[in-house]
């Protein structure tokens, strides 16, 4: 069966690990609250097929094992989506090279916020060169002259797309003109 790990899947990327699960995918899914959990659970009738990894990703250590854990027991993971803070630096790393140790064929789409230099940050992940590396920009919407950030429904719809489509960089909504931004 694939194997998909969503990194803060429970947050905006909830729809997302819906519709994984509704693909066929086994889905892992990394978060800390476990209500918030047991709410996307009940919004599958695939519960059999989410393995909740509830792990603090500033914990490089218990991340790796958990990772690993799951790896173990559901079959190596070909697909990452991952909306990571800041504050972590180190567990994009840590999450890939656990996760390409165990397969060839890796599919990572980054998810980003709209500030973030994107040919800075795909220099700085050297550890995706084993993977097919895809980023995707969160932007934000221009309607009626009224500025305003994406809401969780359109980061997950726009994430989904890039799913589908595979483009190298995908922006959802826009980031120009940047000092429209909200
Ligand atoms: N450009 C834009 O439009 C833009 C950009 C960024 C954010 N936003 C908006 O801002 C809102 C807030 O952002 P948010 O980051 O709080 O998004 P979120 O996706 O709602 O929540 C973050 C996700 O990451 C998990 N997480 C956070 N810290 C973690 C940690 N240390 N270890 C493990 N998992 C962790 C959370 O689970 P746990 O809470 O269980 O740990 C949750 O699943 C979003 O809902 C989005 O609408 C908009």
Redesign the pocket.
Known sequence: MKHALV???????ADVSIWLLDQGYHVSI????SV??HQLMERTSFKNKLTPLL????NSDELQQQVHTTIEQNGEINLIVA?I?AK?PDALEVIAKEVSAHTADLELFHVL??SKDLSKTKQEATFTKDSTYYQVR???VIKNNYSR????KE?SSGVIEALKQKDTIRTI?QIEPWERRP
């Open positions: 990194v803060g899947g429970t947050g905006m990327l990394i978060a800390r609250n918030r959990l792990v603090d990703y500033r909306w803070h972590a916020g709209s969160l932007g934000f950030w994406l809401t969780n980061i909504g």
